[in-house]
């Protein structure tokens, strides 16, 4: 046991980046919690299920009342979850009692900030919290600017600006890969045009 927590605390910090990308007090509390006490199912370690595992019993006929052992799985679905702090979907293996944990939590970010670390008894799970972590506490250091109303106004201008040269741009390009003649050159012909009528 005590060699299988250590192999799960190397894997966890080659995952995370190293001991110096750990947020402070993490590893201690990690230390405190890998150690594995209980038997997780492998593919457990490779998705978020929430304490849900193999459940064991048995099948009882309706005649008779033989038994005989059966097994049932955890519901597992593959999920697309948005993260905030990431700023990306994460692809993860999630139990149906997992995602409603999540969203009771509010999103997958607030779900493994809020989850103390001896109730993430997977590999991932462990993972992606201290990931986050340490996301956060980045986060806390960095200074937040406001622009003022004016300053936000003119941002809206440049980039309505920048959409409609990128629209022209556009345009400009659909009538050379048509064969057509630029619409500055058809604007200039009928300027002629114009003028030729009233010399005329």
Same mark, same amino acid.
């Given at each position: 046991m005590a060699?299988? #927590? =250590?192999?799960?605390?190397?894997?966890i910090?080659?995952?995370?980046g /190293?001991?110096?990308k750990? +947020?402070?007090?993490?590893?201690?509390e990690?230390k405190k919690?890998?150690p594995?006490? !209980? &038997?997780v199912?492998g =593919? +457990?370690?490779?998705?978020?299920y +929430?304490?849900?595992?193999?459940?064991?019993g048995?099948?009882? #006929?309706?005649?008779?009342?033989?038994?005989t052992?059966? #097994?049932? !799985?955890?519901n597992?679905?593959?999920?697309?979850?948005?993260?905030y702090?990431?700023?990306?979907?994460?692809?993860?293996?999630?139990?149906t009692?997992?995602?409603?944990? &999540?969203?009771?939590a509010?999103? &997958?970010?607030?779900?493994?900030l !809020?989850?103390?670390y001896? !109730?993430?008894?997977?590999e991932?799970g &462990?993972?992606?919290?201290?990931?986050?972590?340490?996301?956060?506490?980045?986060? =806390?250091?960095m200074?937040v600017?406001?622009?003022t109303?004016?300053?936000?106004?003119?941002?809206?201008?440049?980039? #309505?600006?920048l959409k409609l040269?990128?629209?022209?741009?556009r345009r400009e390009?659909?009538r050379?890969m048509?064969?057509?003649?630029p619409k500055?050159?058809?604007i200039?012909? /009928?300027?002629?045009?114009?003028?030729?009528k009233e010399e005329t």
């Open positions: 060699f299988r #927590s =250590r192999e799960m605390m190397k894997k910090l080659n995952k995370v /190293g001991e110096q750990l +947020a402070p007090g993490v590893k201690e990690l919690f890998v594995d006490r !209980k &038997i199912m =593919r +457990a370690h490779r998705g978020l +929430a304490g849900k595992h193999i459940q064991f048995n099948r009882v #006929s309706e005649d008779g009342g033989n038994k052992r059966r #097994s049932w !799985k955890p597992v679905q593959g999920k697309r979850l948005f993260s702090i990431l700023d990306r979907h994460i692809r993860v293996k999630v139990t009692h997992a995602l409603r944990c &999540i969203d009771k509010g999103g &997958i970010d607030e779900y493994l !809020k989850t103390p001896h !109730k993430m008894d997977t991932m &462990i993972q992606w919290k201290t990931k986050i972590e340490k996301m956060y506490s980045d986060l =806390r250091e200074e600017v406001f622009f109303p004016e300053s936000e106004e003119k941002i809206e201008q440049e980039f #309505s600006q040269e990128k629209k022209a741009f390009a659909r050379r048509h064969g057509l003649p500055q050159d058809l200039k012909d /009928g300027a002629e045009a114009g003028e030729d």
